[in-house]
């Protein structure tokens, strides 16, 4: 009987060592193609009834509730693209009570959520004054349970908070450069094992503002297809040429290394300044891990250089929490550009950049979000520093240790259960951000509502952040959540995948996540 190890390979081709093992526990398994046809049915259907809706609104049967032009601007270049607008006035806007819900107390593994209610299909919400406490969170980023509000953890935090205050009110290069931040660039290099880091007070300008001072006209970026807006964003922005390979595949990434190398820049031919590969630790909407150690042969062979968004990698996976280069046991000295945020796995706010200290001592003058942006808040720098010091140990205890080991006992328990029971999922086996694959929007509409009733909060994500056939529920699991926690929302889970018919899956999972075998339907399809 063929197993699903073949089947991975088969699909992104055949890898080594290491590599080959940790690629073979993702799973990327295709849903039925009756789900396939119902899914884009029902945007068939929903499509239609907007264009109708769309016709009411002209002949001023309904009322139109969006931005218009005014008629004594029907001449300017319009503000408003009503085509453009399409989707979110007659889709997005249905179900968007599912989205931006407002949070009244700390985003831990229990949060509490204000009740809102809208009289007029979502246009305007307004809030009952009710609170729906102790939700089960499943949606934050809080990997390792750091955004808490324990005093005894938080002590260095408030004193520093009574120091330096609220806000530095200056950028770094004038008079904003404090003490604590240099403490945490170092405490970065040193927890990295890179020479050199530097810090920004945000995580999406981390990317966003740094990949155009290190490429420009004349460089190649190669880009994983699934790669995060901010990668794209500084890509764009940095006027480079921009070419996609398909994610994970290492043979569509090898076919451009060796046509950017072989043919040069288009018209003239001439070599590319630079050849840039973007990629990310763990992919946020997939859940799948780099296949790191594949694509640093291949940055080595080419002679290409490589930039690791570590997002939602950094603290989350690796026996010390040192991200996608402990768990695949490389040189970080490989990795040309590291970069990571302090968002998630960290409970704070902000990225870094590390690596050679030539690089840092470059983009310190020649990054826009060194040059123009506010310092980093000394309240949030002295956060990340105690958090990545319990990470290290360097603080006495071995409470970071602990939370790293109960993250990853979570996601396992977690993603074998969900197997087990036939739902669909996506991404690597280490990976604490776990996506559901739900298919037909009006079946993610009611999941979402769904689970709420029964006061667990969780992410729904749709086209456009999705292929359009892939809309899906992602899970982020977090070391704080308890054994309890867990097994309250699988309960739910399963009766709500029951009831809304969620649960697609034809491979059979054994109790043991790592046996199991596809079922002879699969194997004939």
């Not at 001449?75 to 009570?97: A, G, I, K, W």
């Not at 599912?98 to 700390?106: A, D, F, G, H």
């Not at 955004?147 to 200056?170: H, I, M, R």
């Not at 790669?227 to 794209?232: E, G, R």
Request: aromatic share 10%; with cysteine.
């Amino acid at each position: 009987m063929t197993t699903q190890v073949s089947f991975y390979f088969s699909k992104n081709g055949p890898g080594t060592g290491v590599a080959s093992r940790q690629h073979r526990q993702e799973s990327f398994e295709q849903a039925p193609m009756y789900v396939a046809v119902m899914t884009y049915l029902g945007f068939g259907i929903v499509t239609l009834f907007g264009y109708f809706r769309d016709f009411l609104r002209a002949v001023g049967i309904e009322k139109c509730h969006l931005a218009q032009e005014r008629e004594e601007q029907k001449d300017f270049v319009p503000l408003y693209q009503d085509f453009e607008n399409f989707y979110t006035r007659n889709l997005y806007m249905r179900v968007r009570d599912n989205w931006n819900r407002p949070v009244c107390s700390l985003p831990g593994p229990v949060f509490d959520l204000m009740e809102r209610v809208s009289d007029d299909y979502n246009w305007t919400f307004r809030l009952t004054g009710k609170t729906i406490h102790n939700a089960i969170n499943m949606g934050s980023y809080n990997y390792l349970g750091f955004a808490e509000n324990n005093t005894d953890f938080l002590k260095t935090v408030a004193d520093k908070l009574c120091q330096y205050g609220v806000g530095v009110c200056s950028t770094r290069q004038e008079i904003g450069n404090l003490g604590i931040h240099e403490e945490l660039e170092q405490l970065v290099a040193s927890f990295l094992r890179v020479e050199s880091s530097m810090i920004f007070g945000m995580g999406f300008a981390t990317n966003s503002m740094n990949i155009p001072a290190l490429v420009g006209k004349g460089c190649l970026i190669l880009s994983d297809e699934v790669n995060h807006t901010s990668l794209i964003l500084g890509a764009r922005l940095s006027g480079a040429t921009i070419r996609v390979f398909k994610h994970n595949n290492m043979h569509s990434l090898e076919k451009m290394l060796s046509e950017a190398v072989c043919s040069g820049q288009p018209r003239t031919h001439r070599p590319w300044k630079k050849i840039l590969i973007m990629v990310e630790g763990i992919y946020s909407m997939e859940g799948s891990v780099v296949r790191l150690p594949e694509i640093i042969a291949l940055k080595k062979k080419y002679k290409a250089y490589l930039y690791l968004d570590e997002a939602h990698s950094i603290g989350a996976v690796g026996q010390t929490g040192r991200g996608v280069t402990e768990l695949f046991n490389v040189n970080p000295a490989d990795v040309d550009v590291m970069m990571g945020t302090f968002t998630k796995s960290f409970g704070a706010a902000g990225g870094y950049i590390a690596g050679k200290k030539e690089l840092v001592d470059y983009l310190r003058s020649h990054s826009h979000s060194a040059v123009y942006a506010s310092a980093m808040s000394p309240p949030v720098t002295e956060q990340i520093i105690r958090a990545m010091k319990c990470i290290m140990g360097n603080n006495g205890s071995t409470e970071g240790i602990r939370r790293i080991r109960q993250l990853a006992e979570n996601t396992r328990y977690f993603r074998a259960r969900l197997k087990e029971m036939g739902f669909i999922i996506y991404g690597n086996d280490d990976s604490p951000v776990v996506p559901i694959l739900l298919y037909m929007p009006g079946k993610v509409v009611a999941f979402a509502r769904e689970m709420l009733e029964r006061k667990i909060g969780v992410v729904v994500v749709g086209f456009p952040a999705t292929p359009i056939s892939e809309a899906r529920a992602r899970f982020c699991l977090s070391a704080a959540h308890t054994r309890a926690m867990l097994n309250q929302v699988l309960h739910h889970l399963n009766e709500v995948g029951d009831g809304l018919c969620l649960k697609f899956s034809r491979l059979k999972y054994s109790s043991c996540p790592d046996l199991h075998e596809e079922t002879d339907s699969e194997l004939g399809s």
